[in-house]
């Protein structure tokens, strides 16, 4: 999950880097687009500046002064290397125009990048996210497995009533009682006790087995209802 949660982030940040990165591109288009308009005025300075130079050049020429022919020529050649450079500078501005109208914000080299980034960020969440989704599914697998394995009794006593669980429980609590070998029950309860016998078949004094299971255990096709078997402790022969 941490690093699901990391991976997010880090998209959350390429994403703002994108924002960005498109705002500084439509600045930069802006700026540049300034600069191609600022350009241009320069070329039209840069060629009145040389229709200027030729035109002084020419007075000079016409005086015959050498000093001030040198000083126009010198001034011309530099008005026409200023233009020189102005136009050199009005055309890249203007491929470069050309180009950022044709590829489009997206399509700069700053917001390109940036998109890249972004895209490799995206793909590390789908990547954390897959492996968070095979976790929860080995989870939920363990956790399907391990209730498949519960014990079938268990299961079973879960389905009943809180009464019929209450009454099983009881019976089950007594199956030690009911195991105990002839003797050990009336050992514990009532030993050498007067009228109770452990030799008859039928007896149901608590020194009988018989007698205690019959006790014991409620109305049934097997036992019989519970009203044909002696109270524990009721002497052989002796009504209950």
Do not use: K
């Not at 989704?133 to 956790?143: F, I, P, T």
């Amino acid at each position: 999950m941490q690093a699901l949660a990391d991976a997010q982030r880090a998209a959350q940040a390429a994403q703002e880097a994108v924002t960005r990165a498109r705002a500084d591109e439509v600045e930069r288009l802006e700026d540049l687009s300034r600069a191609a308009a600022d350009a241009r005025l320069d070329e039209e300075d840069a060629v009145d500046a040389v229709s200027d130079a030729e035109r002084e050049l020419a007075e000079a020429r016409s005086s015959g002064n050498l000093e001030r022919i040198d000083d126009a020529e010198r001034a011309y050649r530099r008005a026409e290397q200023t233009l020189a450079n102005v136009r050199d500078r009005v055309s890249d501005l203007a491929r470069e125009q050309e180009h950022a109208g044709r590829v489009g914000v997206d399509g700069s080299d700053q917001v390109q990048a940036a998109l890249d980034r972004q895209a490799e960020a995206q793909r590390q969440v789908d990547q954390a996210a897959q492996r968070v989704a095979d976790a929860l599914d080995a989870v939920r697998e363990a956790s399907t497995s391990a209730a498949a394995a519960i014990d079938p009794a268990t299961e079973a006593l879960n389905r009943l009533s809180p009464a019929g669980r209450a009454v099983i429980t009881t019976l089950r609590d007594l199956q030690p009682a009911w195991r105990a070998p002839p003797g050990s029950v009336s050992s514990a309860r009532s030993p050498a006790s007067p009228g109770i016998c452990g030799t008859c078949p039928a007896c149901t004094c608590p020194g009988s087995r018989r007698g205690w299971v019959g006790w014991a255990v409620p109305s049934t096709p097997r036992f019989g209802s519970l009203s044909a078997w002696r109270r524990p402790g009721t002497p052989c022969g002796t009504s209950t």
